[in-house]
């Protein structure tokens, strides 16, 4: 009797040496170490621009692979997912950026990559949503105010970590911020108003384990939103309190929605961050949820998500 061999999966990994504050010059040996060798052959590659991650995973979706492995922060993961949308091809991380949200929110251990590997070689395939934009998909969140305009300044930052993304908040706070005046559409509802800040959720953190809501899903095709008004700065350590206990109901200035698909009205100053990646944008701004649109490597035993 023969018995018929089973064929290999192909995994390439894609590693952005830059992001966050921890070096991957060990990664390589670490993959070598704890890959399962009966499952995989695989491929490492190292971005070198921005924008290169996504050329990346194209090419892995056209040569077949089965799995594109993003081992970096949430923009390394999002620039990936662009290229994953309607292909077979899934999407795994190793968390290595500086908040690691997306990756919190599968309970994928960061910057572990004898745990996120491990997940690569017993988890399961699920599926989950992204949301759609006139700009570009998004996975984890996005949106406008206090967030991208920090966002912006952490960009020029030559240190990364938490407490580098908290000196920016204060210096953002205390001498260059102003409020976003611009008109929403969230689904059949329309508000207008001067903004402190607002947030589309498709996972439910910013990222450092930072979560907004309690329950937001990546299959549950809507958006978990915030959105808040100018507020005077001594209320600020009670919000961060609320926002820190996910219980958003409790600032007055804050309203929730759920939604499956938004549309931002603002102005020729806008300034947006999707997935952490803070840009200016001219026009409006669209948003709209696309169902189960990308395979993703989860832990096994992972229900909730």
Known sequence: ????????????????????????????????????????????????YAGHASLIAQQAVEQEYDVVVAVGGDGSINEIAQSLVGSGTALAVIPYGSGNGFGRHLKIPPRDVKGAINVLNTGKIVKIDLVKSNVRYFISNAGFGIDSSVARRFKHHTTRGLSSYA??????????????????????????????????????????????????????????????????LKKLPYIVACLMLKRPDLIAEAQSYRAKKITIHGNKKMVYQFDGDAFVYHDDV?????????NVIVPQELNAY
């Not at 669209?286 to 990308?294: K, N």
Request: no cysteine.
């Open 167 to 232: 000196w920016a908040m204060v210096k953002e706070l205390l001498f260059y911020f102003q409020p976003f005046e611009a008109k929403l559409d969230i689904d059949d509802i329309t508000v207008e108003g001067s903004w402190f800040l607002f947030t589309a959720f498709n996972a439910n953190q910013y990222g450092y384990d930072y979560a907004v809501f309690p329950f937001t899903s990546l299959k549950d095709g809507v958006l978990d939103v915030i959105l808040m008004k100018y507020f005077p």
């Open 1 to 48: 009797m023969i018995m018929e061999v089973q064929k290999k999966k192909k995994v390439m990994f894609v590693i952005n040496p830059i992001s966050g504050v921890y070096k991957k010059k060990n990664v390589p040996e670490k993959v070598a170490r704890y890959i399962d060798y009966v499952q995989y052959d695989y491929t490492i590659r190292f971005t070198q």
């Open 286 to 294: 669209t948003m709209e949820v696309v169902p189960h649109a990308i």
